[in-house]
C-alpha cells in the first residue's frame, strides 16, 4: 500500500472529527467570499446607482426634495405612476443635477452649465446644475438606510468566518493530534514485538528518531501542510466560483494558474524529495551518535576521545546543515518567485482585458465588478502563496511517512494472550544447529536433557554458545535445525509469550528501569503484590541495603540505576526473576560483577528457591557451579564435556584444565 494511502487510513480514523472541520472551513470560506458580493452590491447600486434615472413624484420616504419638487429613483417605484425624468451625473469629482432624460453614454466634458456627452462620432449636449454638497447628500440620503444595513452584513460576515475559521483549526488540529497519537502508540506497540534480532541491526537512537522526529514531522503533515492544502483549495475553488459569477470570460483567463501550480508542485517533489532524504537518515544519524555518545561516556572520558567524538559528531552536524541550506535555497529560489510571477502575469491579462474604457461609466463592466475582481483576484493568491509554503514541510513529511511505515512494516510477532499452566521444567535439546546470520552456524548439534528441578551449567570460553543456548530456549531467536521440548512440547508450536510466561532470565549486566526498586521487581504486573517483592527482596537478601535507603522499597531508580552498585542492581534484578516464580530460571553469568559476599548471599538463596526450578548458569567462575546436577563443556558450538563437577574433574579433560587454571588465579 502507497504511503499516501496509509495516511489516508490514519486520517479516517477520526474523520467525523476532519468532516466537522472540513465543513466548518466551507462555512468560513463561503462567508469570507461573500464580503466582496456585499461591497460590489455598495457600489454598484448605493453609490455609483445614483446615476439611475430619477422621476419626478409624490412626496415619499425615499424621494428627494430639490428646486420644489420631489424626485425618485426609478428602480424604487412599485405601482404609482412616474413624472418626468431627470438624471444625477458625474463628471470628474462634481455631480450635475440634468432635467432630462439622457438617451446616450460615452466620454462626458463639461462647459458652464452644459455636460457634452460623447460617443464615438454622436454627441449630446444637456443642460445641467451643479449640485451643491447638501444637494448632493440629500440625494443620498435615501440610500444610506441600504449601506448601513450591507455594512452590518458585510460585519456579520467577517464575524462568522472568524468563528467558523477559529472552529475548522481547532477541530483540524485536534485530529492531527489524535491521529499523531495513535501512530506513535502503534509505532511503539510494533517496537514490542519485532524480533531482538532487528534490534542487532539497528541502533537505538535511529529507532527512537523515528518514534519522535519523523512523527513530529508527520504531525506537520496533518496540522500545517494538509491544513494549508485544504483551505487553500477551498478557498481558490469558492474564489473561482465568485469569478465566474462575476465574469466568465475573465474567469477563464485566470484559470492557467491551475495548471502551472499542479506542474510546478510535480516539478519541486522531484527536486527536493533527495534532500529530504538525505536530512531525515542524517537526523536519524545525530540521534543514534547522540544516544551511542551518552551510554558510552565513561568510555569516552576514560581513553580521552572528546575531541574526536565531538569531530564525528560535527560532521554529521555538517552534513545536515548543508543539506538543510541546499533545500532552503531551492525554497528561496522557486516558492514566493512561482506566486510573484503568477501575481504579475494575471494582473497583465486583467488590466489587458479591462482596457482603458472599462474604468469609464459607459464600459461593460461596472465599477462593483472591477472592484470584486480585483479583490478575489488578491485574495487567489493568498492560498496559492500557502501552498507553494507548505511544499517543503510536505515532502519532509512525505519521507517521514516513509521511514515510520517502513519500521511498521517489520515483521513482527503477534503478542498473545494464551495461557498454559506451569511448567514442569523438563528441557529437551534434539541436535539443535543455530545461526545468528544464517551463515556462520554458531550451534552445532546440540543435545542434552535438563529435568525439573535440576540445574544446570553451562561453561566455555567467549563465543563457545553458551549464550546463544538461552537465546534458543527463550526464543529470542529461531534455530534452523532440530528440536526443543519443554515438557515434552515442541516451543515451535508454542507462542513465544506463553513460553517466556513461565521463565525468568537475570542478565549479566542488569537493566532498571526509570520509577522505583519496587517498580523494578514487579514490572508493574498487578498480580504481584507488594508483599511478594518484599520476599523477593529477602530472599536474595537485598533487604540489608533497602534498609539504608531513606525511602526503602519506593527509592527513585532512574534509567538504568546508575545511582546503585553493580552488586545491588545484580541483588534487584534477580529478585525480579523470582518474583515471577518461573518454572524455568536463566542466570546469564549473572554472579560475574558481584563481590564474594553478595555471591555467597546469592547462592544461599538459590540452595532454597531452585527446588521445584529448572535452573541454568553460564559462569566463567567454576566455583560457582560446583553443586550443578549438570554441567556442560562447549566449545565452538559443540557440547565436548557434560557431567557433574565431580564426573568432568575425574576426567582429567577441559573443564579440568579450566578449573585448574582459575584455581592457580
Not at 291 to 311: D, H, L, P, V
Not at 359 to 375: K, W
Not at 573 to 599: G, V, W
Request: hydrophobic residues 40%; charged residues 20%.
Amino acid at each position: 500500500m502507497s504511503t499516501g494511502k496509509r495516511l489516508v487510513q490514519y486520517a479516517l480514523t477520526v474523520k467525523g472529527t476532519i468532516i466537522a472541520a472540513l465543513l466548518m472551513l466551507s462555512v468560513a470560506v463561503a462567508a469570507e467570499l461573500t464580503g466582496p458580493f456585499v461591497a460590489k452590491q455598495m457600489i454598484d447600486k448605493h453609490i455609483v446607482g445614483i446615476e439611475v434615472p430619477w422621476y419626478e413624484t409624490v412626496k415619499d420616504n425615499e424621494a428627494v426634495f430639490y428646486k420644489g419638487s420631489w424626485y425618485k429613483r426609478g428602480d424604487r417605484f412599485t405601482e404609482e405612476d412616474k413624472g418626468k425624468e431627470v438624471r444625477i451625473m458625474q463628471v470628474g469629482r462634481d455631480y450635475y443635477f440634468v432635467n432630462s432624460a439622457i438617451t446616450i453614454d460615452g466620454k462626458r466634458t463639461v462647459n458652464g452649465n452644459e455636460i457634452s456627452i460623447q460617443n464615438d462620432s454622436a454627441v449630446q449636449v444637456y443642460k445641467a446644475q451643479k449640485l451643491t454638497r447638501q444637494e448632493l447628500f440629500d440625494f443620498y440620503q435615501p440610500e444610506i438606510p441600504y449601506l448601513l444595513r450591507l455594512s452590518i452584513a458585510y460585519f456579520a460576515l467577517l464575524v462568522v468566518a472568524s468563528f467558523f475559521s477559529y472552529g475548522q483549526k481547532f477541530f483540524l488540529q485536534k485530529a492531527s493530534n489524535r491521529i499523531i497519537q495513535r501512530m506513535r502508540e502503534d509505532v511503539f506497540a510494533h517496537i514490542q514485538e519485532i524480533p531482538i534480532r532487528y534490534f542487532d541491526k539497528l541502533p537505538a537512537g535511529k529507532i527512537v528518531s523515528r518514534v519522535t522526529n519523523d512523527t513530529e514531522a508527520i504531525r506537520e503533515l496533518y496540522v500545517t501542510v494538509l491544513a494549508t492544502f485544504f483551505s487553500s483549495s477551498i478557498y481558490i475553488v469558492g474564489i473561482f466560483i465568485a469569478l465566474f459569477l462575476l465574469d466568465a470570460k475573465l474567469a477563464v483567463i485566470c484559470v492557467f494558474i491551475v495548471p502551472i501550480l499542479v506542474v510546478w508542485i510535480m516539478l519541486y517533489r522531484k527536486a527536493a524529495s533527495g534532500y529530504n532524504h538525505a536530512i531525515r537518515s542524517r537526523l536519524s544519524d545525530i540521534n543514534g551518535t547522540i544516544n551511542e555518545s551518552i551510554n558510552g561516556m565513561t568510555i569516552i572520558q576514560a581513553f580521552r576521545q572528546e575531541k574526536q567524538t565531538q569531530k564525528d559528531f560535527e560532521q554529521l552536524n555538517k552534513e545536515y546543515y548543508d543539506y538543510q541550506n541546499k533545500l532552503l535555497s531551492l525554497n528561496a529560489a522557486t516558492s514566493h518567485n512561482l506566486v510573484g510571477v503568477l501575481r504579475n502575469i494575471a494582473f497583465v491579462l486583467v488590466i489587458w482585458y479591462f482596457g482603458g474604457a472599462s474604468l469609464t461609466a459607459g464600459s461593460m463592466l461596472s465599477l462593483g465588478v472591477i472592484y470584486a475582481f480585483v479583490d478575489y483576484l488578491t485574495r487567489l493568491f493568498s492560498p496559492i502563496t500557502g501552498i507553494v509554503n507548505q511544499l517543503g514541510n510536505l515532502e519532509q513529511a512525505r519521507v517521514a511517512s516513509e521511514r515510520v511505515f517502513e519500521l511498521l512494516d517489520e515483521p513482527g510477532e503477534a503478542v498473545s494472550n494464551e495461557k498454559v499452566s506451569r511448567f514442569k521444567g523438563d528441557i529437551t535439546f534434539e541436535n539443535v544447529s543455530f545461526a545468528y546470520d544464517e551463515e556462520n552456524v554458531v550451534l552445532k548439534d546440540i543435545s542434552f536433557t535438563a529435568k525439573s528441578g535440576e540445574t544446570v551449567a553451562l561453561v566455555g570460553h567467549t563465543g563457545s554458545g553458551k549464550s546463544s543456548i538461552m537465546n534458543v530456549l527463550f526464543r529470542f531467536y529461531d534455530f534452523q535445525k532440530g528440536k526443543v521440548c519443554i515438557d515434552g512440547q515442541d516451543v515451535t508450536q508454542l507462542p513465544k509469550q506463553t513460553i517466556r510466561s513461565h521463565m525468568g532470565i537475570v542478565l549479566q549486566d542488569p537493566f532498571l528501569f526509570t520509577g522505583t526498586l519496587a517498580t523494578n521487581v514487579s514490572l508493574e504486573n498487578k498480580s504481584i503484590s507488594r508483599e511478594k517483592i518484599e520476599q523477593a527482596l529477602r530472599d536474595v537478601g537485598a533487604e540489608r541495603f533497602i534498609k539504608n535507603l531513606p525511602k526503602g522499597l519506593d527509592e527513585p531508580v532512574i534509567e538504568k540505576g546508575s545511582t546503585l552498585s553493580s552488586g545491588e542492581r545484580q541483588l534487584i534484578s534477580f529478585a525480579r526473576a523470582l518474583a515471577f516464580d518461573p518454572a524455568i530460571l536463566i542466570l546469564d553469568e549473572a554472579t560475574s560483577s558481584i563481590d564474594t559476599e553478595t555471591e555467597a548471599i546469592i547462592q544461599n538463596a538459590l540452595d532454597v528457591l531452585k527446588k521445584g526450578r529448572t535452573t541454568f548458569i553460564i559462569a566463567h567462575r567454576l566455583s560457582t557451579i560446583k553443586n550443578a546436577d549438570q554441567i556442560l563443556v562447549l566449545d565452538r558450538g559443540h557440547i565436548v564435556e557434560k557431567g557433574t563437577h565431580d564426573e568432568l574433574m575425574a576426567k582429567q579433560g577441559r573443564y579440568y584444565r579450566m578449573y585448574q587454571t582459575q584455581a592457580a588465579g
